[in-house]
């Protein structure tokens, strides 16, 4: 059964700081992993997608890398502002297409 | 274009009641997920549908709980003689198909009493 952790659970940092979110899972048979962010009361909103054949994906201030042979994935941050402060959640998906969720890194930036 | 939507957004119920929840994926959307999600937990699935049929129901809790999507795309949850312990919110996605991203709805927050 895969499993996802997310590591560091809480996180609160100075506007500025260049962050990085960890994600390890426990079966590297997946076929993609997504990146999401949840605000306080709302859905999540998806942030980056990596197929298992890629290595890394990146959209404006964020990069998500993939090592499927280590179980091990990161979204970086950078120049953090206090928008950015959420929820992130990686979810796995293996040969079954049904996502694994990680419980999340909660993250405040201050200003 | 529109999102996921869900409705009602909160759900107050008495222990033992029945409630039906409501999701409306993006149109043309093959694939639609139902989550679970407890406080300071991630999302925990329950259900996923491939077009009218429930192609793995595998998280669904027990008997009482149960799925439709009668036309391919709206999609109700229903949970029959609700138990405190079903308090939750209960989150839709759809994605175009099983394979690529998932679009995530507000949810909605179910208190039983």
């Known amino acids: 059964k895969q499993e996802v952790t997310q590591i560091p659970a809480a996180l609160s940092v100075p506007e500025g700081e260049n962050l990085v979110l960890n994600c390890s899972f426990t079966?590297?048979?997946?076929?993609?992993l997504q990146w999401f962010r949840q605000d306080p009361g709302k859905g999540l909103t998806s942030l980056l997608l990596?197929?298992?054949?890629?290595r890394e994906q990146t959209s404006g201030r964020l990069n998500a890398s993939l090592d499927k042979s280590s179980g091990r994935s990161t979204l970086y941050i950078a120049a953090s502002q206090p928008g950015d402060s959420a929820t992130y959640l990686c979810a796995v998906r293996g040969g079954s297409y049904i996502p694994t969720f990680g419980r999340g890194t909660s993250l405040i930036v201050h200003p | 274009g529109a999102g996921v939507s869900q409705t009602p957004s909160n759900k107050v119920t008495e222990k033992g009641k029945y409630v039906e929840l409501r999701c409306d994926p993006i149109s043309g959307h093959t694939a639609l997920y139902w989550y679970r999600q407890s406080l300071g937990q991630g999302p925990e699935f329950l259900i996923y549908f491939q077009g009218t049929g429930a192609a793995d129901d595998s998280g669904l809790p027990n008997d009482r709980f149960f799925a439709v999507r009668p036309e391919g795309s709206v999609s109700t949850l229903k949970i029959q003689r609700t138990e405190r312990g079903d308090s939750a919110v209960y989150l839709c996605?759809?994605?175009?198909?099983?394979?690529?991203?998932?679009?995530f709805g507000p949810g909605t927050r179910l208190t039983v009493l």
């Open positions: 996605a759809s994605s175009p198909t099983r394979q690529t991203e998932q679009f």
């Open positions: 990596i197929q298992s054949s890629q």
């Open positions: 079966d590297s048979a997946i076929y993609n």
